[in-house]
């Protein structure tokens, strides 16, 4: 009776992913989600040798920080 165990196999698999638990819808990026540097007065500027990776720099201007949402539809016409 090979079928019944065919049978068996796709009810428990049909069951496994019923109850399976469903991963959380990951969240859209924010601009404050970014670590951009930033410009504020009275900063202190670090002072490194060689190659570094420096966090949170403070420059005098990082560019246009605007966000725009897509209104365009994609695809074929």
């Given amino acids: 009776m090979p079928w019944m165990q065919i049978v068996v196999w796709i009810v428990t698999a049909l069951i496994q992913y019923a109850l399976a638990p469903k991963p959380p819808q990951p969240q859209a ?11 504020d007065e009275g900063r202190p500027v670090p002072v490194v040798f060689g190659t570094v990776l420096v966090k949170s720099a403070n420059v005098v201007w990082y560019g246009d920080l605007r966000t725009t949402p897509i209104k365009s539809k994609g695809g074929k016409k």
């Avoid at 990026?29 to 410009?39: H, I, N, R």
Wanted: hydrophobic letters at 45%.
């Fill in 29 to 39: 990026a924010e601009l404050k989600d970014f670590d951009a540097p930033t410009a």
